[in-house]
């Protein structure tokens, strides 16, 4: 097993030399049929359900998708798509939030294999992941991540979420605390926000606990044009079986937090 984590961490630290092609312009670059969903409540489209099928390669204007592949025959596949930016703060911060999550991956199989408990015939682990780019104004993008996996010792996969929110202008990652001048103020309302929309979608389902207003419940989120999106994974705010649950909130349901400018741009 330790070759495998080896091995995979040399690719990375390789990735430049990982499969490659140039990408055609997609229209309308960076923006998505996400950032325009009505009504706010957004609904499972299917993507990551199916997308890990056909497997295309992400395109969009202006950046080159990379694949990153490791497998161990019989034993490990790992397949994710990942943005190249040609911006070196950016690329890395990519390239770290990746090679952090596949080892940690990687460590989980690991570990189970050193317990003694997967000798009921052959195991397999793998992940396939790809991504979408989302734009709220000129000068941020966020990468959304989601990479479908599986561990040889889970009864079924589950999907991941990750997003890195980067302020191209600075070359540099953003938190909570970069998006609203009032954080404390902008969990709250995502919180209320939240509740209200999957509680009347969920019914009884919903986990009211997985929004609750911590910080911690709201670290994947999207900022598009006209306002944010909230992704919940898996088991977060529902039951496995109804998928993520997606919300988007719309901007002026977050005055009160301060939206900064840098990412929204000037507010009238």
């Avoid at 957004?42 to 993507?47: K, R, V």
């Avoid at 919940?232 to 079986?241: I, K, L, R, V």
């Amino acid at each position: 097993m330790g070759k495998r984590v080896f091995c995979l961490l040399a690719c990375l630290l390789l990735i430049a030399c990982c499969s490659a092609g140039a990408c055609a312009a997609e229209p309308g670059g960076m923006a998505t049929t996400l950032s325009a969903v009505k009504p706010e409540m957004i609904q499972p489209d299917g993507y990551e359900q199916d997308f890990y099928k056909s497997f295309p390669r992400p395109r969009y204007r202006g950046v080159e998708s990379r694949l990153i592949m490791h497998e161990v025959k019989d034993a490990l596949e790992v397949k994710q798509w990942c943005p190249v930016f040609g911006n070196a703060a950016l690329d890395k911060a990519v390239s770290a939030s990746l090679k952090g999550r596949l080892s940690g991956f990687l460590e989980k199989d690991k570990a189970f294999a050193g317990s003694g408990n997967g000798e009921e015939g052959p195991s397999r682990s793998w992940w396939k992941g790809t991504y979408r780019l989302f734009s709220s104004g000129p000068g941020c993008v966020t990468v959304h991540f989601s990479s479908y996996v599986c561990h040889s010792y889970n009864a079924h996969g589950a999907t991941l979420h990750k997003t890195l929110v980067f302020s191209e202008k600075r070359g540099r990652l953003l938190g909570l605390g970069d998006l609203f001048a009032d954080a404390n103020m902008a969990v709250r309302l995502m919180s209320q926000w939240a509740t209200k929309k999957l509680s009347a979608a969920l019914g009884e389902s919903f986990f009211s606990n997985g929004v609750e207003p911590k910080p911690e419940n709201f670290t994947r989120l999207i900022p598009v044009r006209d306002g944010l999106v909230m992704v919940f994974p898996e088991y977060q705010a529902a039951p496995f079986g109804m998928g993520a649950q997606v919300v988007k909130m719309p901007l002026n349901a977050l005055e009160k937090a301060g939206p900064k400018p840098e990412v929204w741009g000037a507010r009238h």
